[in-house]
């Protein structure tokens, strides 16, 4: 199978899952897991979001405040507080959906590249997801980071 027919298929299955779950979708991230060789889909709620993000700035505090304390500014520079969302997929409010093995499928610069214009040729209709299409994030995968490239929704053409 072609990798953007893969990618569209594992993107149409999952719009069905959160349908049938009626999650309001905040953040939709298509993702390639490195480790067990597969792409599926991750989304969350911008209630969960919110709630990710006040528990990472309530864990980062103690150590911001540490550091600035003792003058560190460079130690401080790396307990920041998250001003945005959480895009730590793993704490999505759905995890793993419509999850896909990979097979014999290459690897390469062209499966990142196919993976983004597949999430981007279907944003419209994931878009139909969320009551706040103006907020919407999406995210997808690259070769080094489950998380590497994010947009938001573009505008009809």
């Known amino acids: 199978m072609l990798p953007s027919k893969f990618f569209s298929n594992v993107i149409d299955n999952a ?20 480790e067990s060789g597969a792409v599926s889909v991750c989304a969350d709620t911008e209630d969960n979001s919110n709630q990710v993000v006040q528990s990472i700035n309530r864990y980062n505090m103690k150590y911001f405040m540490s550091a600035i304390q003792t003058g560190d ?17 793993g704490d999505f409010s759905l995890v793993n959906v419509a999850r896909s093995p990979l097979g014999t499928m290459e690897v390469n610069d062209c499966f990142y590249v196919e993976m983004v214009q597949s999430l981007i040729a279907k944003q419209h209709e994931i878009a139909k997801l969320t009551p706040a299409p103006e907020r919407l994030v999406l995210a997808c995968s690259g070769a080094n980071d489950e998380v590497a490239y994010v947009w938001s929704l573009l505008p009809v053409q």
């Not at 500014?73 to 001003?83: C, D, E, G, P, V």
Request: net charge positive; charged share 15%; glycine share 2%.
């Open 73 to 89: 500014l460079k130690a401080a520079s790396l307990w920041q507080a998250n001003i945005g969302r959480s895009l730590s997929l």
């Open 15 to 34: 719009i069905s899952e959160i349908r049938k779950a009626s999650i309001p979708v905040f953040t939709f991230a298509l993702y390639h897991d490195h």
